[in-house]
């Protein structure tokens, strides 16, 4: 039915929308694409957006009560490229970010490095490599 599928954006809910903004901007390099009056920022980070909604808006409240010491969604990924693995670390400790080390994980183009960033609300996003061995 589908023959390519790519991740188009993720909308998370946030407690606080400067904070994290200035975190994906910071670790990904993401821009701000626009903001609505109804609160929401949309960052471009390469193809995909990363939509950031206030919980406590009019859109926000639709989704119930704001992000807790929960996560709404366990994590996302993201493919980047390239990949360089000592880069993304280091970029990542001169930010401060919370990250893992870098974990072989299966995928959609097989089995690849894998780095998992927590963003300051406790967003989990993995930053994945190319596979370096099939499915």
Do not use: W
Not at 14 to 36: N, P
Not at 39 to 48: E, H, K, S, T
Not at 70 to 85: A, K, S, T, W
Not at 128 to 135: E, M, Y
């Amino acid at each position: 039915m589908f023959q390519h599928i790519h991740l188009d954006h993720v909308v998370l809910r946030v407690r606080d929308i400067e904070r994290m903004a200035a975190f994906y901007r910071a670790v990904l390099g993401a821009t701000v694409e626009r903001q609505l009056d109804i609160g929401l920022v949309q960052l471009r980070a390469g193809d995909i957006l990363i939509d950031l909604v206030p919980a406590d808006s009019e859109l926000g409240r639709q989704g119930g009560p704001p992000p807790g010491p929960g996560r709404n969604v366990d994590h996302f990924c993201l493919r980047v490229d390239p990949f360089d693995e000592a880069g993304v670390h280091a970029h990542l400790e001169s930010l401060g970010a919370a990250h893992s080390e870098t974990r072989e994980v299966y995928g959609a183009e097989g089995y690849g490095p894998s780095i998992y960033v927590t963003d300051p609300e406790g967003n989990v996003m993995e930053l994945k490599g190319p596979a370096t061995r099939g499915l």
